[in-house]
């Protein structure tokens, strides 16, 4: 079955960059997200990446997919406190209604 | 852009009672939405699948008498949470299939 695995939390200080890291299981995955969850909010697309690309960067975002290995990362330069929240990857698979599983979600703590 | 508009935002109900959620896709039809169920601190899982004209598919070990799913119109689908018990509060979510957006979710809080 699908499996999506993160890293539970996560501290920085602010100013320096973020690694969010993801794996996953399922090779037949079409698109990779980033999502972000603020305290009692709903989810927020960050953004996406088709599988057949390896890098998308989107000014402070930086998404890296290894293919291979099946391990999908988000770096976030510049980290600011406003960062502070839970990141989901899921990743969307291309057959039946290409439902959409997530990870357990990366706690990002931002230190002042 | 794609937006998928949810309601309510927030909703609490008394034990045994109904509860409706909305989900409308603006600007775009959505075929398929997806809904999922969020427990405190824990990641989302999908609860069924609906589909516009036809009866939703359910996963494993969600109930669905008790969470009824209607899928009306390319625009809009409802979940409806029968006799609501405490073990239902919870953070829902829909989404549209064919993209990568969300509704911003109901918290529903059974007391």
């Known amino acids: 079955g699908e499996d999506v695995e993160q890293s539970l939390f996560l501290s920085v200080r602010e100013g320096d960059s973020s690694v969010i890291n993801c794996t996953y299981t399922d090779s037949s995955s079409t698109y990779l997200y980033w999502y972000k969850q603020e305290p009692g909010a709903g989810l927020q697309l960050l953004t996406y990446i088709f599988s057949n690309m390896d890098m998308k960067q989107d000014q402070r975002l930086t998404v890296l997919l290894n293919k291979k290995d099946k391990h999908l990362s988000l770096r976030i330069a510049d980290t600011q406190t406003g960062d502070s929240a839970i990141y989901f990857c899921?990743?969307?698979?291309?057959?039946?209604?290409?439902?959409?599983?997530f990870g357990t979600g990366t706690k990002l703590q931002v230190i002042p | 852009g794609a937006v998928v508009s949810q309601h309510p935002s927030w909703v609490i109900c008394k034990s045994g009672t109904s509860v409706k959620i909305e989900c409308r896709s603006l600007?775009?039809?959505?075929?398929?939405m997806f809904w999922y169920r969020q427990f405190p601190k824990q990641s989302l899982m999908l609860m069924a699948t609906s589909n516009e004209g036809s009866k939703a598919t359910y996963e494993q070990g969600v109930e669905k008498d008790k969470f009824l799913i209607n899928h009306a119109s390319l625009t809009l689908s409802t979940l409806t949470v029968t006799s609501a018990h405490p073990e239902d509060s919870s953070f829902y979510i829909c989404s549209a299939s064919d993209r990568g957006v969300f509704g911003s979710g109901t918290r529903l809080t059974v007391v």
């Open positions: 899921a990743e969307r698979y291309s057959g039946g209604y290409q439902k959409v599983t």
């Open positions: 600007d775009f039809q959505a075929t398929t």
